[in-house]
């Protein structure tokens, strides 16, 4: 990891030298962050979050494509954006935001990956690239309110969704855990 930080930093114009240092928090330090990130635990959906629900019955109509510039638009223009890749069976977040990393874990808690100004969290970070996802009612219900409550969104002035509702039901299981309705359903 090192060596590939060192190239990308010295392939910048203008850079002239590159030193990379890797640290790693104590246990207490550890210990405090959480602390810290789970108080208060969730998406902060505070009084001015605008919740923005792109979503459709069926796969492959430029959901997702649709959610990413919006929230990208969104971050550019000043705004605090999280973007959760609700649609588990057409995950493509990470791929429209050229993202392959994990988000990183800390005691139980997520943090999303950022990219292009916004917060990500998607199922295609938690599974191999092509591997199918066949989770169904209460396994695909509690995935989804993890990424809910079990994510450190930090406070947003806007979160965008995409997703299509589960096979058998006519909406998506996640809009019922938002305490107000999508601006956009």
Not at 17 to 31: A, D, I
Not at 75 to 101: C, E, K, N, Y
Not at 115 to 135: K, Q, T
């Amino acid at each position: 990891m090192r060596a590939d930080v060192t190239a990308a930093a010295a392939a910048v114009p203008g850079v002239s030298g590159v030193e990379v240092t890797f640290t790693t928090l104590s246990e207490r330090e550890r210990l405090a962050l959480a602390q810290q990130l789970r108080s208060p635990r969730g998406m902060s959906l505070g009084a001015d979050t605008r919740v923005y629900a792109v979503a459709s019955g069926k796969g492959g109509v430029g959901k997702s494509s649709v959610a990413a510039n919006l929230a990208v638009t969104l971050a550019r223009s000043g705004s605090s954006v999280g973007l959760l890749d609700a649609d588990v069976w057409g995950h493509s977040v990470p791929r429209l935001f050229g993202v392959r990393r994990n988000p990183v874990a800390l005691k139980g808690l997520m943090l999303p990956v950022e990219a292009h100004g916004v917060r990500l969290m998607s199922v295609g970070f938690l599974v191999s690239e092509g591997e199918p996802v066949i989770w169904r009612g209460p396994m695909l219900h509690k995935a989804l309110e993890q990424f809910l409550t079990d994510v450190h969104w930090v406070s947003s002035t806007c979160c965008c969704w995409t997703s299509r509702p589960a096979p058998g039901t006519s909406r998506c299981p996640c809009w019922s855990w938002c305490r107000r309705p999508p601006c956009l359903p």
